[in-house]
């Protein structure tokens, strides 16, 4: 819970806080933009909400936030920000908030599907969350693009019975998950479900590719700073010209949406893009990357 004692210095006045505790993963920059903002060390309440909508998106930021970070004066409408989640992001498509302090605030989704639910990465276990995965027909596959994202998967398996994928590389992060993805190439995980080894920011990174969905986990997103497609080398924790050439590799593939652990969604029409798939090609071949 945070604490005013501890409140960011750069806070405007009023009902939010952010307090010291942040670790500046942009969960909330993410889902209410119009509220918090960046010191460069922590976020921090640069506008309080000034209408309905920015205070429910603000609440939502507040029951994401892995640390518990974010502070509100009138707490009587966080029950009902909880119930929010998981957030539509498209027709079947979720993301499930409550973003785990183990996966550095990363963000993880939930697939609808007739031949079982999907989850993609993992959040913090919570009980409203299973819940609501239950409702919604339970989970049957989760899968995790890479060892810094498994965070609570294997509770919500062992709850659900569902089945955990993940690169053989990435192993010791979950060592007793069901299905390993092997080797170097797209293989269907599930019908209608390509996994896709995108080896870079680790070795065994991979991403889920889903209709027009590309669940990307920490090998590209979408940057707001440069209003483009992103990598980075910083957070490249194993190969950097690895990870150029998986960028490049996924220029095979049609998508609609990028759907990130870290960073900013994007959706474009697929031509689009392409398009921004060739300008992050391009960025990230030239010298300055
Ligand atoms: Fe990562």
Redesign the pocket.
């Known amino acids: 819970m945070a604490e005013r004692r501890k409140a960011v210095r750069e806070n405007v006045e009023g009902p939010f806080f952010v307090d010291t505790t942040c670790i500046d993963c942009d969960t909330c920059r993410q889902l209410a933009p119009a509220t918090f903002g960046e010191t460069g060390e922590f976020s921090f309440v640069r506008s309080q909400p000034r209408d309905a909508a920015q205070q429910r998106a603000a609440l939502q930021a507040l029951v994401a936030c892995p640390t518990g970070s974010i502070g509100a004066s009138d707490k009587s409408a966080i029950p009902a920000a909880v119930r929010d989640f998981p957030l539509p992001v498209a027709p079947r498509v979720y993301y499930c908030g409550f973003n785990s302090p183990k996966s550095f605030g990363g963000n993880s989704y939930f697939v609808e599907h007739p031949a079982g639910n999907w989850l993609i990465d993992s959040p913090r276990f919570v009980e409203h969350l299973a819940r609501r995965f239950a409702e919604m027909g339970g989970l049957r596959y989760i899968f995790l693009t890479?060892r810094?994202?498994v965070a609570d998967a294997a509770k919500y398996a062992a709850r659900f019975g569902a089945a955990r994928i993940i690169h053989r590389h990435e192993l010791a992060s979950q060592p007793d998950a069901e299905h390993v993805v092997e080797g170097s190439e797209a293989v269907h995980v599930a019908p209608g479900f390509l996994a896709i080894p995108t080896p870079g920011?680790?070795r065994g990174h991979c991403v889920l590719l889903h209709r027009e969905f590309l669940f990307s986990?920490?090998h590209i997103w979408w940057s707001r700073a440069r209003g483009r497609l992103s990598a980075s080398r910083d957070?490249c924790?194993y190969n950097w010209p690895l990870q150029v050439q998986s960028v490049e590799l996924l220029r095979n593939y049609d998508f609609e949406w990028v759907l990130p652990?870290h960073g900013e969604r994007a959706h474009f029409h697929a031509v689009e893009m392409r398009s921004q798939m060739q300008r992050l090609a391009a960025a990230l071949a030239a010298p300055s990357q």
Request: charged share 30%.
């Open positions: 890479h810094d994202d920011h680790t986990g920490d957070v924790w652990g």
